[in-house]
């Protein structure tokens, strides 16, 4: 089993839609969860960061993680065309990763004008 | 505030040669991270350096790749006698702290031929 598992898609889904992008993990000792965005030949742009359970909410953006279930979501409202893109998710044991940053593989998003 | 600065962006070396990859952290970033990806994977984490100090490099290969963070200038990331499978995307990053998330580059994308 992989540490950190995420469907590489590609997701399609209609602008204005709401999207829904998904990771589950496996090790019990990550703390700090994180998404970025990542476009074609670009660095990783880092979009959320959050600490343990609970919701985080950031304009069009809501990351939610689940401790108990191993499990973190972002949700995307209002999904515009440029929001286009590879979403990775990526966790640690301690903040800024100290030990490293490990990475899902990435979902590709296409938002259809 | 320029961001994590990466060069060169594309680089191209011949079997056999060496590859040079630098990285100028944020201003006020003293902590650099670099890691790997390579297509259709992950980010994979490579080493973690501070000012003149290696502090974890347990995603290095143990031939052929090293990294330093001198006093003064670049982190620099030497790979030597480089083989088609280094071909890939390297990036780095940095953070103020240990516990502070961590900022990304463009990335150097080098190709072996």
């Known amino acids: 089993q992989k540490e950190v598992e995420q469907d590489p898609g590609p997701l399609s889904v209609p602008e204005g839609a709401i999207v829904s992008l998904n990771c589950t993990y496996s090790?019990?000792?990550?703390?700090?969860f994180m998404w970025y965005r990542q476009y074609s030949r670009k660095g990783p742009e880092l979009l959320m960061y959050?600490?343990?359970?609970g919701n985080k909410e950031d304009g069009r953006f809501t990351a939610q993680v689940d401790k108990s279930s191993k499990y973190i979501s972002l949700f995307i409202r209002d999904s515009q065309p440029s929001d286009s893109a590879t979403y990775l998710c990526a966790m640690s044991k301690s903040g800024g990763g100290a030990d490293g940053l490990t990475f899902g593989k990435g979902t590709h998003l296409i938002i259809q004008p | 505030n320029a961001g994590v600065m990466q060069n060169p962006r594309h680089l191209v070396r011949r079997r056999g040669q060496e590859a040079r990859l630098r990285c100028s952290p944020m201003k006020g970033h003293s902590h650099v991270y670099w890691y790997r990806q390579l297509p259709e994977e992950g980010l994979k984490f490579m080493v973690y350096l501070q000012k003149e100090n290696i502090i974890d490099e347990s995603g290095m290969p143990k031939e052929r790749f090293s990294a330093e963070f001198p006093k003064e200038g670049p982190s620099i990331l030497r790979i030597q006698q480089v083989v088609r499978g280094d071909s890939a995307a390297y990036f780095c990053?940095?953070?103020?702290?240990?516990?502070?998330?961590?900022?990304f580059g463009q990335g150097t994308r080098l190709t072996v031929v």
């Open positions: 959050t600490y343990s359970s």
């Open positions: 090790n019990s000792a990550f703390q700090y």
């Open positions: 990053a940095s953070s103020p702290d240990l516990n502070t998330e961590a900022f």
